[in-house]
């Protein structure tokens, strides 16, 4: 009886670590003004408006139609849901990161991409991304990319 129930805690422990590592996940903003409520509801005051359409937003909860989340500073509120996409998409945390031609550190360097800068994500690798910010496309490594990189 007793290994019985030390199995059902253990496989209720696993199985709540599993659904938790899949209950986040990237989005991008849909528009380029959205604004981030206070609480899952229109009826909650607007706590600050984004202005960056793609932006990538990591989804930490959600309630109803509203989505509430998390970005790359730490800044959190509610969304709803119209205003999010799948579109792959993501934020540079490296100071200078290289983009190159190619999948490859020997590869031709294109552009130096600064710390924070959006980048559009058309596919990735096990450590590369390829990506295009402005008129660049390239690829960069993924350990210097916060976003949807999977």
């Given amino acids: 009886m007793g290994k019985k129930i030390i199995f059902i805690v253990i496989f209720f422990f696993i199985n709540n670590i599993i659904y938790a590592s899949e209950k986040d996940y990237f989005l991008s903003l849909k528009n380029n003004k959205v604004h981030v409520r206070q609480g899952p509801s ?7 408006i ?3 359409k793609f932006l990538p937003l990591k989804i930490i909860d959600s309630h109803e139609n509203f989505r ?10 509610w969304i709803h849901v119209s205003q999010l996409t799948k579109k ?3 934020i540079n945390i490296e100071n200078k990161s290289l983009l190159f ?3 490859k550190v ?18 990735c690798l096990k450590v590369w991304c390829k990506v295009s910010a402005n008129e660049f496309k390239g690829w960069v490594k993924k350990k210097n990319l916060w976003g949807r990189i999977n």
Avoid: M, Q, T, V
């Fill in 106 to 123: 020997y590869s031709k360097p294109l552009a130096l991409i600064e710390e924070g800068k959006l980048l559009i994500i058309k596919k």
């Fill in 68 to 77: 509430k989340i998390i970005d790359f500073s730490n800044n959190s509120g």
């Fill in 42 to 48: 229109f009826d909650y005051p607007i706590k600050f």
């Fill in 88 to 90: 792959r998409s993501a």
């Fill in 101 to 103: 031609e190619k999948p």
């Fill in 50 to 52: 984004y202005k960056k």
